[in-house]
């Protein structure tokens, strides 16, 4: 017994060790990048490094593609990069944009809660994630990153610019799960930006309006954007990338800057292609001067968010004063503004109703794939506790809740709707309530797109993800963003892969990769994945068996594209401006809108 019981304390020992020892390798800090070859670029020179697991792709990270936003530059249009001295470090990524970082902890551990993992995979996930230093940030934050293997290639290749999510307010383009290599080794040279958020990105404000050359405020993350493109055209052959053959593609609030960037005048010419991952603005009602009933202006949400940092009659210099950080804090005042914090339709920037443009074909119609994942909503119900946002509340009592449904949309669809979900059972409406929001949160409008898209004559792909994970005790399915590790390539090493998970990582990360060459995801030998059309309704299944499938929910989402149509019908006349072209003017001259450049 003596010798057993020594045994077992060494066993115990070693297991105790060996686990000390695999926290220590999830939490130390990964070594500096070697160098890789110097580039010379419009503004510099830059040190590139090498990628720590495929030292035949280099990294290029922290490049600035447009002038530090801050002090007077802060809430205009971005200004050109700045030249430097010397070779540049392009090894660390640049900071990240000023954000609130509130209730992000709690996000993650319902994320890790509904992923199903297990105590050991539960405490390492939460020491990799809390062990390292809260990332740098700035309101100098206009940077991207560069992957490639092509750099002084004699064949350009096709580029991919990554648009990352965060409800406009959080994320930035260095994020781990976007840095990978998946999509590089496919032939490909990969970007991922930075981009203005929050109130930086998006307020709008009279006095910041009337210090504009346009006459505009708002939308300062979108110009961020168009002037990443803008960099990319001009730069991105030093990287081996193609200027004339450029994806732009991103998820929630990414695949929403998508759809922003094809409804601007401002990027004609610098997208090819477009893949949009859970998002699109088909219905942002936001207006500058003019709202919807039961909606402000952008100019009065912007009064209302500096309500109580600056006075009412502050003038651009005074707001341009505010300390960042000041900001920052303050927008734990104003949360209910949070759905002001977003793009809006100025007349300069974003002309019409994005759901307008994208309905009569009034945005730069390109090859798309889109689609969006089985269980969207499943992070946001508990929360939001509704089965539509076209109500900002529901009442507690189930039968009033379904007398509201019936309200909304009218009781022929809403007994529909009702049936489809089975919203009326008592121990199951949560649920049902939750699969409908993710319906109404993004399903209908990424095949509203692609319809419109296939009307306008360009090719189109929609996919429905539905893959689960693996765990009996996962809670969450296929989840908002669930997707992204599978397109990059970027899993956890806890995440539990089969090897039928990894066969569709490998598969997914071709189908983007193909569409990004030549706008058809097929190829590879992959399966066929089918044009789409309105009349067939073909959709491609990722679960994580790959097969196409008719009519993915089209029941439910016929429903709800009849209320969006009569959603953006409605709202036409109250938010797009009725002078087709604005005419502004600037020092003293009248200039069309669209000769305007960021």
Not at 84 to 101: I, Y
Not at 176 to 191: C, K, R, T, W
């Amino acid at each position: 017994m003596k010798w057993f019981l020594i045994a077992l304390g060494a066993l115990a020992a070693l297991a105790a060790a060996a686990y000390g020892g695999l926290i220590w390798m999830i939490t130390k800090a990964p070594p500096p990048l070697e160098n890789g070859p110097v580039i010379s670029l419009s503004q510099g020179e830059i040190q590139t490094g090498l990628d720590r697991d495929n030292a035949d792709i280099i990294q290029v990270n922290g490049i600035p593609f447009a002038a530090p936003p801050v002090g007077d530059l802060r809430w205009r249009a971005p200004q050109p990069a700045l030249n430097w001295e010397g070779v540049r470090d392009g090894k660390l990524f640049g900071a990240e944009c000023m954000q609130s970082r509130s209730g992000s902890g709690e996000f993650l551990n319902d994320l890790l809660n509904g992923m199903g993992l297990n105590a050991v995979q539960r405490h390492l996930a939460t020491i990799a994630l809390q062990s390292g230093p809260p990332p740098e940030e700035s309101e100098d934050c206009l940077f991207l990153n560069v992957r490639t293997a092509n750099a002084g290639g004699s064949d350009l290749q096709p580029v991919m610019v990554w648009i990352h999510g965060g409800s406009h307010q959080t994320g930035a383009g260095s994020q781990s799960i976007y840095q990978a290599n998946q999509l590089v080794e496919n032939g490909v040279v990969l970007v991922t930006v930075n981009y203005r958020l929050g109130p930086f990105g998006y307020i709008a404000h009279p006095a910041l309006s009337a210090d504009d050359p346009r006459g505009v405020s708002g939308n300062y993350g979108l110009l961020d954007q168009v002037a990443a493109l803008t960099w990319i055209k001009d730069n991105i052959a030093a990287f081996g990338g193609d200027p004339e053959n450029v994806t732009i593609f991103g998820e929630s609030a990414g695949a929403q800057s998508v759809t922003e960037i094809m409804s601007t005048p401002l990027s004609e010419g610098l997208f090819h292609k477009a893949i949009l991952q859970s998002g699109a603005s088909t219905y942002n009602a936001n207006g500058l001067t003019t709202a919807i009933e039961g909606r402000m202006s952008m100019h009065d949400a912007g009064l209302e968010f500096f309500d109580g940092i600056a006075a009412a009659d502050a003038s651009a210099a005074d707001l341009r004063a505010i300390p960042a950080e000041d900001i920052v804090a303050h927008i734990a005042n104003k949360q209910h503004l949070g759905g002001y914090a977003l793009p809006t339709v100025d007349g300069v920037v974003i002309p019409r109703l994005m759901g307008e443009a994208i309905r009569d074909g009034g945005i730069h119609n390109v090859p798309i794939l889109a689609g969006y994942n089985a269980d969207e909503a499943t992070l946001f119900y508990p929360s939001m506790q509704v089965p539509t946002v076209l109500a900002p509340e529901f009442p507690d009592a189930l039968e009033d809740r379904l007398a509201l449904l019936r309200e909304i949309y009218g009781d022929g669809d809403a007994e529909a709707l009702i049936d489809l979900y089975g919203l009326d059972d008592p121990k199951s409406f949560q649920k049902a309530e939750m699969d409908m929001l993710g319906d109404d949160l993004f399903g209908v409008h990424m095949r509203f797109l692609a319809r419109a898209n296939w009307l306008s004559g360009m090719p189109t792909y929609l996919y429905h993800f539905t893959r689960v994970s693996p765990s009996k005790t996962q809670t969450i399915g296929a989840f908002h963003a669930a997707e992204i590790f599978f397109v990059f390539g970027s899993h956890s090493p806890l995440a539990g892969l089969t090897e039928a998970d990894e066969t569709l990582t490998a598969a997914m990360g071709k189908y983007w990769t193909n569409f990004a060459k030549t706008g058809n995801p097929n190829g590879d030998s992959l399966p066929e994945w089918p044009l789409y059309e309105p009349m067939s309704d073909e959709w491609m299944t990722f679960n994580p068996s790959i097969e196409a499938k008719t009519g993915v929910r089209a029941d439910k989402l016929d429903i709800m594209e009849r209320q969006l149509f009569s959603r953006i019908e409605a709202a036409v006349p109250q938010i797009t401006p009725p002078v087709e072209e604005p005419v502004l003017a600037l020092g003293g001259e009248e200039v069309a809108a669209d000769s305007l450049q960021p």
